[in-house]
């Protein structure tokens, strides 16, 4: 099984930009496809990003243009760059398996928060 780390959230000025990191631990991270999600207070947590094991991407709307996901098999890492950052882009951020669209799993980290003021 598969359990994740999420870090690198900060305070950041609108406009600004963030790396977060997701360090997997565990076998065959490799073969997972992997998400990122994000949390603002008082909403459901929605889908942000998500990378094949293949390396295929795909981007919620409200992001695309702006962040960026990769992943690293030999660090067993998944990035997420955010460039153009805006205060709806406040959240807490998780990192999972990605199991399909309009799906999540069960069980989630602590997530990392990044918060967009000026």
């Known amino acids: 099984q598969v359990q994740f780390v999420e870090s690198g959230g900060d305070l950041v000025q609108p406009g600004g930009s963030l790396r977060l990191s997701c360090a997997a631990s565990?076998?065959?991270?490799?073969?997972?496809?992997i998400g990122w999600y994000r949390q603002a207070p008082g909403k459901q947590r929605d889908f942000v990003a998500k990378?094949?094991?293949?390396?295929?991407?795909n981007y919620a709307d409200s992001v695309k243009g702006r962040f960026t996901i990769s992943r690293d098999n030999v660090k067993n890492t998944v990035y997420l760059q955010m460039n153009s950052l805006k205060p709806e882009d406040t959240a807490v951020y998780y990192c999972?398996?990605?199991?399909?669209?309009?799906?999540?799993?069960?069980?989630w980290g602590q997530g990392t928060q990044v918060t967009v003021s000026s």
């Open positions: 565990g076998s065959m991270f490799n073969i997972y496809h």
């Open positions: 990378i094949t094991s293949g390396g295929s991407t």
């Open positions: 999972n398996i990605y199991i399909g669209v309009g799906v999540q799993p069960r069980t």
